[in-house]
């Protein structure tokens, strides 16, 4: 949690994001995703000033626990102060002990997204999806909870102005907007109307741009006549030089297939990689989220 402190941008931790995406997609199937289709609504975990702490608290997070598909789990809710937001005892269950800063008995409204994501490594850790070392595994969880439908509470907690600043999470306000987009494309959502955050949504806006980027790139038929052009040079070189081509940063390598050149690029639904053939105008679908892509090879 940062309060005060000066609020990182951008996007420093997009492929560690990226993997958490796959790792979600790879772990819980396409149809397992689709039980998260509906994000939770603003009303389930709205809590006001005069609701009772611990009551109020218990309230939301069974509404989380509940959302994110955890009906045998039983959250119990303290405060203390602490250096971070929040912790969660992750034990066998079926309770779990959540401690939250103290800071949140004056800061209510921001007790859903605390929660959220100590509830999303409960779920995590049911799952036994983790990534190594705590920083990436913290991200993990911050793309998780987001894509599952609960993190958009992250980003509403993200308030900047010039005296003052917070931000819940370990990304960044613009990061949380590109798992949202994605999200968002995912199942037809727009989670803009409930932002309450003048800053949320700005880094939403933002995120979608980088989101909608990543169907922007060949060779995918969107993307742009420079990426073009630059993707025919490449696939030229490849060609001339025995069919391998790999550059740092490009969106896409060549390899040699069983019938000749094949293009490699991530999908842009759940960056899974996908090999095609090489041989013009070519329609493919990712086998792991289902997305059909219209490639021009």
């Given at each position: 949690m940062g309060a005060g402190s000066p609020v990182v941008h951008g996007y420093p931790h997009l492929d560690t994001v990226r993997a958490a995406i796959t790792a979600l997609h790879r772990r819980l199937s396409y149809d397992g995703l689709q039980g998260y289709a509906t994000s939770v609504l603003p009303a389930d975990v709205a809590f006001a000033d005069h609701d009772d702490l611990y009551l109020g608290a218990q309230r939301v997070a069974r509404a989380l626990v509940q959302h994110l598909r955890l009906p045998e789990a039983r959250m119990i809710v303290s405060f203390r102060e602490m250096e971070h937001a929040a912790s969660v005892e992750l034990a066998a269950g079926p309770e779990y002990f959540i401690e939250l800063n103290d800071r949140f008995?004056?800061?209510?409204?921001?007790?859903?997204?605390?929660?959220?994501h100590e509830i999303t490594h409960v779920l995590l850790h049911r799952l036994d999806l983790a990534f190594p070392g705590t920083r990436d595994n913290e991200i993990l969880t911050d793309t998780?909870?987001?894509?599952?439908?609960?993190g958009w509470l992250l980003l509403d907690a993200f308030r900047e102005d010039g005296v003052?600043?917070?931000?819940?999470?370990?990304l960044t306000p613009e990061e949380f907007g590109y798992v949202l987009?994605?999200?968002?494309e995912l199942f037809g959502e727009d989670p803009s109307p409930w932002f309450?955050?003048?800053?949320?949504y700005p880094a939403y806006t933002a995120g979608a741009?980088?989101?909608?980027?990543?169907?922007?790139?060949?060779?995918l038929v969107a993307a742009g006549w420079a990426g073009r052009r630059r993707y025919a040079q490449d696939r030229r070189y490849a060609r001339e030089h025995g069919g391998t081509w790999d550059r740092a940063g490009s969106p896409y390598s060549f390899e040699p297939g069983p019938n000749g050149l094949r293009v490699c690029f991530a999908c842009p639904t759940c960056r899974q990689r996908?090999?095609?053939?090489?041989?013009?105008?070519?329609?493919?679908?990712c086998g792991l989220c289902r997305t059909v892509l219209e490639c021009d090879t």
């Open positions: 008995r004056r800061h209510r409204r921001d007790i859903g997204a605390a929660l959220a998780a909870t987001t894509y599952l439908g609960a003052s600043s917070q931000k819940l999470g370990y987009a994605k999200r968002a309450t955050s003048p800053q949320a741009a980088r989101s909608r980027g990543d169907g922007q790139r060949p060779p996908i090999r095609v053939p090489v041989r013009g105008r070519v329609r493919a679908r």
